[in-house]
């Protein structure tokens, strides 16, 4: 086809000429590629061999390094290789190209079952270290709020309120309407199953307990580990990234007292407050299907409510709720200082600070069930 | 084509551009003639970069017609404007590496998408490109997070040039660099420019760089370029800002 790049093989007495002509650009790599890849085998074919550039149109960084390449591997083969008819336009850039050392090559990770049996046992270890920076955090927040009750200037309260309206004001909408509806849901669910048994009414016992002791701040604080977790950890990750924290430090600020310490507070309050609303919206939205689909009317619900419930069933809730808060800003925060360098490992330590986040919110649920079972509550 | 339109790689004619109410620019020209370096200074926050980025399309404009290469980017269609962009490369001011790819892949990436080429021959183009920007083929396997910000000016200008582009856009390439550092990438884009036959939009403050690499000098102030031409015409201006900016303090330094 007209327009392609070519090279022409001409016999000139015992040697032989390779006639480059057309672009040898970008364009055409692939072209080129093959071109130079057929004319390398020749080796040892003849004593001497030019390489004729002269009717080149056009050269760029791609078509000077596969001429380059070609005489290269002429010459290895025991070929006189040279290069003519350059001009002086592309000189330069030849020259620029023969200083360019043989690359290494790009090295390729296989799977290998070793190395899969490397990474298990790689992030075995690092479950330890998971907790050790854990409770590093920890410490290093309690004494930062113990600096701060010492010292209450040192406080950020337009931050902490700054948080406290992103975790908790903002999240009420969304908190209210998820409980609202789970409890609609288990409200029907009970009044289907237990209708069979004409146990219609102990829909309610089911619901305040449920949602009262176990889902109401379960689900809250999973929600919020989803929300508020992941945001800690993008923040504080972007603001490692830029530098911002090593600047705080450099100006004699503690980061664990100006950038954490006002996320943990708002978190720890914003909790039971979204815990409490939680639970009401979710006996709300309960009682309301109870009424509408299962003729209990709201009277006899309230009723039978006070009968199956006590203040210790609302206690267990709500103690549950700031140390699940603490668990989660503890987790967000250390994932959000162990972002490095890129976009990826930011992604990473978010995924990984809601997942973990969760994952301790859950374990905590089982340790406090064990716990309130015992001591009989 | 005619000889003017091969004349003038890139064609910016009356264009405006308004964030909100703030006029940015205001009915702007600029040629730039093919094969040379253009610098382009301004007073800080002019609208420099929002030129360059008007005219590589990031910002859009409110009124006007850019043409680069002789096609008009606003009549072109989704094919003829991939065209132009793999016939242009930008560095942009902080580098704009990819922070989750190494150095070689970062170089790789523009290559791949556009040319079907072998590993083999890639993995080369990336040394030889690495080698033209000054920098050992061993930085290949870093990642951008682990470069000097001269490193990633220079890994970025070797991104920028992976598909040899005819044209490349420098968005204050020598800032954050030390004055040798600066002259080095200054001679670097001589060098490049004169071997690839590059023409080059450089956007700068550095005098030193306009004294040493540009041909031709832009002035961007009130939304319009006050003046172009070359060093001399600079010098010999009697605008205020080009009078404070060429024969200031510094401007005497550099000059000796």
Not at chain 1, 321 to 335: D, R, T
Request: glycine share 10%.
């Amino acid at each position: 086809m007209r327009g392609d790049p070519t090279l022409e093989r001409m016999v000139q007495g015992n040697g032989l000429a390779l006639c480059a002509a057309g672009p040898w650009t970008a364009r055409f790599a692939p072209l080129l590629e093959q071109i130079v890849a057929d004319a390398e085998k020749l080796t040892g074919s003849r004593p001497n061999i030019f390489i004729d550039v002269s009717q080149v149109s056009k050269l760029d960084t791609f078509g000077a390094w596969l001429i380059e390449r070609l005489r290269r591997s002429l010459t290895q083969g025991g070929i006189e290789a040279k290069i003519a008819g350059l001009s002086a336009n592309y000189s330069s850039l030849v020259d620029e190209v023969r200083r360019v050392k043989a690359a290494p090559a790009s090295d390729t990770q296989s799977v290998t079952i070793t190395g899969m049996l490397d990474q298990v046992g790689r992030s075995m270890v690092g479950i330890s270290a998971t907790i050790v920076g854990l409770i590093d955090m920890l410490g290093a927040v309690l004494a930062a709020s113990g600096r701060v009750m010492i010292h209450p200037r040192g406080f950020r309260l337009t931050s902490t309120v700054h948080h406290l309206e992103q975790v908790c004001w903002r999240a009420v909408p969304i908190v209210v309407l998820i409980t609202f509806l789970i409890g609609c849901i288990i409200s029907q669910q009970g009044i289907f199953h237990f209708r069979k048994f004409g146990a219609d009414i102990f829909v309610v016992d089911m619901l305040g307990v449920l949602v009262l002791r176990e889902i109401g701040v379960l689900l809250v604080a999973i929600m919020v580990a989803g929300r508020s977790g992941s945001a800690y950890t993008a923040e504080l990750g972007s603001m490692k990234m830029r530098e911002e924290i090593d600047a705080l430090r450099t100006m004699g600020f503690d980061p664990i007292e100006v950038l954490i310490l006002p996320r943990m507070l708002a978190l720890i309050i914003a909790l039971p407050i979204l815990a409490f609303l939680g639970a009401m919206a979710a006996l709300y939205g309960g009682g309301l299907v109870a009424w509408l689909y299962g003729g209990v009317d709201p009277e006899a619900f309230l009723l039978r409510l006070r009968d199956a419930i006590s203040i210790d069933h609302f206690t267990v809730g709500i103690i549950k709720a700031p140390v699940m808060a603490a668990v989660i800003g503890i987790v967000a925060c250390v994932e959000g200082l162990a972002v490095q360098g890129s976009a990826e490992s930011l992604g990473q330590h978010t995924t990984s600070s809601v997942v973990k986040g969760i994952f301790f919110v859950i374990v905590m649920d089982g340790v406090f069930a064990i716990f309130f079972a015992s001591i009989g509550m | 084509m005619a000889p003017e339109m091969q004349n003038a790689i890139i064609r910016v004619r009356d264009i405006s551009v308004q964030f909100g109410t703030t006029k940015v620019l205001d009915g702007l020209d600029l040629d730039v003639k093919r094969g040379e370096i253009l610098g382009f200074v301004g007073p800080s926050g002019a609208g420099k970069s929002v030129l360059t980025r008007t005219i590589i399309g990031l910002v859009p404009k409110v009124s006007g017609r850019i043409e680069v290469f002789g096609i008009d980017l606003d009549a072109a269609d989704a094919a003829a404007r991939r065209g132009v962009e793999r016939r242009w490369g930008i560095l942009f001011q902080q580098g704009a590496l990819f922070s989750s790819l190494t150095v070689r892949q970062n170089i790789q990436f523009p290559v791949r998408e556009y040319l079907n080429v072998s590993q083999r021959l890639l993995d080369e183009i990336t040394v030889a490109k690495l080698g033209m920007v000054g920098l050992r083929p061993e930085v290949a396997d870093r990642f951008p997070s682990e470069l000097s910000g001269g490193m990633i000016k220079r890994v970025a200008l070797a991104r920028a040039l992976a598909l040899d582009p005819e044209l490349v856009f420098l968005d204050e390439p020598t800032s954050g660099l030390d004055p040798i550092g600066a002259g080095d990438f200054d001679e670097l884009v001589r060098t490049l420019q004169r071997t690839l036959g590059l023409t080059v939009f450089m956007v700068t403050h550095d005098l030193d760089s306009l004294y040493t690499a540009c041909d031709r000098i832009a002035v961007l102030g009130n939304g319009k370029i006050i003046a172009a031409g070359s060093m001399t015409d600079m010098q010999a201006s009697e605008h205020p800002w080009l009078r404070a900016y060429f024969h200031g303090k510094r401007a005497r330094a550099v000059m000796g």
